[in-house]
């Protein structure tokens, strides 16, 4: 472990400021930025950055208060906060625990935001999204949520510092590719993250961006060709180090535009909307 899985949420200034100038990047090429919201991020005394991206027209969901695992059976497995500080969850079970963290995030952007969920994404990514946890997905609709993003696909990687072969990046693609938006069968949409992540690439794998670059790349240009959904997964912590010039968000806005009416930028309210259409 390290010190920030005890910190999810707190945020420096330069992961701040990497947030603001990606939506203002995506916002010029006529798109938005769906963000996810770590509920701690909102003790901070300065939010005005993310209620002006909400100004701005980027979408804001939920994401927990703590960064909790919601397929989580028992205390250990929620987070590593409560391992440390057990105290914190005294006398609750592991689903009253998520439960709490989930309804504390939409308090807390209710309140500090003034901006209500715009749909829920989990910490971390399931292979099987939430099929076989019927329980996880009658919590999130009793909590008001239609749609959920939890499905991270299984695909091949690197050993660390590796270049991906022609195999692993074919791989990687075919992943996103049949990782595509559905319904479970209660009514919930998933919509699934799309391989590879700045996480997976750069602390797992430990790639170079240029790397990183050629993924993206050929994962979205067989998504356009497709006609699929890419649903792409980064967090300003991680890529904002690696890629401070912002190469990956523009790669992708320039394909989208180069794509013409083939392809769009846009939120993950708008698929799981047409998804459920």
């Known amino acids: 472990d390290t010190h920030w899985d005890y910190e999810k949420g707190n945020l420096d200034s330069a992961a701040k400021e990497y947030s603001v100038e990606a939506g203002r990047r995506v916002k010029s090429h006529g798109g938005r930025i769906h963000y996810f919201c770590v509920g701690r991020v909102l003790e901070q005394e300065d939010v005005k950055w993310l209620r002006d ?50 309804r504390l995030t939409t308090l807390a952007m209710q309140q500090r935001l003034e901006v209500e969920n715009c749909g829920f994404r989990t910490p971390g990514g399931f292979a099987d999204g939430l099929n076989g946890r019927d329980d996880v997905q009658s919590l999130l609709l009793e909590l008001g949520f239609t749609w959920v993003s939890s499905h991270y696909p299984q695909h091949m990687n690197t050993a660390a510092g590796h270049e991906p072969t022609a195999e692993i990046l074919s791989n990687i693609a075919e992943a996103a590719m049949a990782a595509q938006p559905f319904v479970y069968p209660s009514g919930l949409v998933e919509i699934p993250m799309s391989p590879i992540s700045d996480i997976g690439a750069f602390r797992t794998g430990q790639w170079k961006l240029d790397w990183f670059l050629k993924a993206i790349e050929q ?48 939120d993950l309210q708008t698929i799981a909307a047409a998804v459920r259409r």
Not at 73 to 90: H, K, M, V
Not at 223 to 240: N, R, W, Y
């Open 53 to 102: 991206l909400a100004g701005d027209g980027h979408l804001i969901g939920n994401h927990t208060y703590d960064h909790v695992n919601v397929l989580a059976t028992d205390a250990a497995a929620l987070q590593y906060r409560f391992q440390r500080s057990p105290w914190l969850i005294a006398g609750r079970s592991p689903q009253d625990v998520i439960r709490d963290n989930i």
């Open 219 to 266: 994962t979205v240009a067989a998504t356009i060709a497709a006609g699929g959904v890419f649903d792409f997964l980064a967090h300003p912590s991680c890529l904002g180090v690696v890629d401070p010039q912002f190469r990956t968000i523009d790669l992708i806005c320039d394909m989208v535009a180069a794509a013409s009416d083939k392809a769009e930028l846009t």
